[in-house]
């Protein structure tokens, strides 16, 4: 249940965290938005992969602390 608990509380940080653009800059999310179509998939795809080896290894080193 620990587990379960500790899972939760950092989803709900996560989406504390991504909804903060959303809410104190709606104007500029709408830009973004327009925006990111420009940038080619494969960036995008490089963009996600280099974000989930950072999520990874944050998880990795607090693990081992």
Do not use: H, T
Request: charged share 15%; no cysteine; net charge neutral.
């Amino acid at each position: 249940m620990k587990d379960i608990s500790f899972i939760l509380s950092i989803l709900g940080v996560l989406l504390i965290i991504e909804g903060i653009p959303y809410f104190g800059f709606p104007n500029k999310v709408k830009e973004w938005a327009l925006a990111i179509q420009e940038v080619p998939d494969r960036s995008l795809r490089l963009l996600g992969l280099v974000i989930m080896a950072a999520g990874l290894i944050i998880l990795y080193f607090v693990s081992i602390f």
